[in-house]
């Protein structure tokens, strides 16, 4: 039987991408995940998109944080999609 | 189950979680259920300053559902113990799915 959760399967082990709610990225090696997506990760890095916009000119000013973590559980119900590693060969 | 599991492996580790309103916990993990549900003890507030209202917060009870991430230790983690017990969980001939696959 084939399921969309057979991505992630084979994806253990490997860097994957995952897009969370409120313009959140993730990049990390995944390590556990569940049937609600809730995942370990380890060398996190979250990318933290925000925008703003300036008041005289109405311009968006679109600024990204990033931050690194060691190993982080992420609850599932704020992902929006997983990617698996992009392979370059 | 998996998870449940995970973070009984955890129980006295200090962890920091991270609400979905931003608030960030450290504490010692002192126990989790099901629902991953989480009492935290020696609670400290990040970011005090903006949260003057929990700065007398000690111990507490975190509702699963509001938690965005637990950050850990990596010393903390067997990772290979941890992959393991996700492949075996999530294996295909694992669960009830087969009962509504055609018999041949």
């Known amino acids: 039987m084939e399921e969309p959760l057979d991505l992630i399967r084979l994806s253990i082990d490997e860097r994957v991408y995952v897009k969370c709610r409120n313009d959140r990225e993730l990049r990390g090696r995944l390590h556990a995940y569940d049937q609600h997506l809730n995942m370990v990760l380890s060398d996190v890095e979250e990318t933290i998109t925000t925008t703003e916009e300036d008041e005289e000119t109405g311009e968006e000013i679109v600024s990204k944080k990033t931050r690194s973590v060691g190993m982080l559980f992420v609850r599932g119900d704020i992902i929006v999609l997983v990617s698996p590693p992009l392979r370059t060969s | ?104």
């Open chain 2, 1 to 104: 189950m998996l998870f449940y599991s995970f973070f009984k492996t955890l129980v006295g580790k200090e962890v920091a979680v991270e609400l979905k309103n931003d608030v960030i916990l450290t504490g010692t993990l002192h126990s989790v259920d099901q629902y991953l549900n989480i009492k935290l003890l020696t609670v400290n507030v990040v970011n005090q300053d903006r949260y003057p209202q929990l700065t007398s917060l000690k111990n507490c009870f975190i509702r699963g559902s509001v938690v965005r991430y637990v950050q850990i230790d990596p010393k903390d983690v067997d990772t290979e113990l941890l992959q393991d017990a996700t492949r075996k969980e999530n294996s295909p001939q694992v669960g009830g799915g087969a009962l509504m696959e055609d018999k041949k």
